[in-house]
């Protein structure tokens, strides 16, 4: 347990370091908030999850990589914008509801075609990072801006570079060390309390792995700014899809147990409520917040009992 909770702390720490680093890299190149918050914040806070599953799938233990991803993207959409919501009401804009978030549903559709099947080869995992590859470039030229007072940038960004690049690899160190010590406590742990990693994976590591989604969305929503918040959180789904099972995939083929249907389907389910809700209304208040945190622990809880009190 020790382990883990140091395992978690290190990644939090050095996620926190990459995103500051990366943010900084991205203004100065002219990208919207949105943009900022879908791809670099979202790649960022997604970063823990992305180490934590190729260590799970090094050591042995691919349904722990898998259910990771899963119950990362559940607690999302559940828990970290359920949170925000009721920090702050959020107005999801007409392009995120009416795009971004239906390609949020597009790709998590694909992914779960792909692992309905209980494995995700290393030729799927190309797809999936080639798919990486196509959003980014697609929100990048979409979402670029210009920046203004662009020659008092030059002046002081290269003076800072040098600062952002050491703080992004040093980010991406601390990941890879505090990868290792997550998933060894976790493994432990399901070990202890006589539960399947796949279910450590979908709740205790997800959750672990999102804290960083929840910091940023919370420092959104304080600041008010709800583009952030909302594109940290579609971006991070989509990047978990993409980059942490595609390029897991590639170091290490993937499989899960057929268990793991349930909680695919669960990810599937809350991804397609909350594109309908936007759809209807574009604000997400205090009340849907509290409704989707009250949901998030039903399904932790039915993920630790449900197989108890089936049986």
């Known amino acids: 347990m020790v382990v883990l909770v140091g395992g978690l702390a290190i990644l939090i720490g050095s996620a926190d370091m990459l995103v500051r680093g990366a943010a900084q890299l991205a203004r100065v190149m002219g990208l919207s908030a949105f943009a900022i918050g879908v791809t670099v914040v979202a790649f960022g806070t997604s970063a823990p999850e992305l180490f934590a599953s190729i260590g799970a799938a090094l050591q042995g233990v691919p349904d722990l990589a898998v259910g990771n991803v899963v119950g990362s993207n559940i607690a999302n959409i559940l828990l970290?914008?359920?949170?925000?919501?009721?920090?702050?009401?959020?107005?999801?804009?007409?392009?995120?509801?009416?795009?971004?978030?239906?390609?949020?549903?597009?790709?998590?559709?694909?992914?779960?075609?792909?692992?309905?099947?209980?494995?995700?080869?290393?030729?799927?995992?190309?797809?999936?990072?080639?798919?990486?590859?196509?959003?980014?470039?697609?929100?990048?030229?979409?979402?670029?801006?210009?920046?203004?007072?662009?020659?008092?940038?030059?002046?002081?960004?290269?003076?800072?570079?040098?600062?952002?690049?050491?703080?992004?690899?040093?980010?991406?160190?601390?990941?890879?060390?505090?990868?290792?010590?997550?998933?060894?406590?976790?493994?432990?742990?399901?070990?202890?309390?006589?539960?399947?990693?796949?279910?450590?994976?979908?709740?205790?590591?997800?959750?672990?792995?999102?804290?960083?989604?929840?910091?940023?969305?919370?420092?959104?929503a304080m600041t008010k700014e709800a583009d952030m918040a909302v594109g940290n959180i579609v971006g991070s789904n989509i990047f978990n899809l993409l980059s942490v099972l595609g390029i897991t995939a590639l170091v290490h083929p993937l499989t899960m147990p057929a268990d793991m249907s349930v909680h695919i389907w669960a990810m599937l389910g809350v991804s397609v409520f909350l594109v309908a809700l936007v759809l209807i209304g574009p604000k997400l208040g205090r009340l849907i917040g509290v409704l989707f945190v009250a949901a998030y622990f039903a399904y932790v809880l039915a993920s630790f009992f449900g197989p108890n009190l089936l049986g």
């Not at 990048?140 to 690899?169: A, F, N, Y």
């Not at 202890?192 to 709740?203: D, E, F, L, N």
């Open 80 to 220: 970290i914008l359920g949170v925000g919501s009721i920090m702050i009401p959020i107005s999801v804009q007409r392009r995120v509801r009416y795009i971004e978030l239906p390609i949020m549903l597009a790709i998590s559709t694909g992914a779960a075609m792909l692992m309905f099947d209980h494995a995700i080869t290393r030729v799927e995992g190309v797809i999936l990072t080639l798919g990486l590859i196509a959003y980014v470039l697609f929100i990048v030229k979409s979402h670029r801006v210009e920046i203004e007072h662009e020659g008092d940038e030059v002046v002081t960004h290269p003076k800072s570079m040098h600062t952002d690049i050491l703080m992004i690899l040093g980010g991406i160190v601390g990941l890879g060390l505090g990868a290792k010590g997550l998933v060894w406590g976790a493994s432990e742990l399901a070990i202890m309390i006589g539960v399947p990693a796949g279910v450590v994976g979908t709740t205790i590591v997800a959750f672990g792995t999102s804290l960083p989604e929840l910091a940023a969305t919370v420092r959104a």
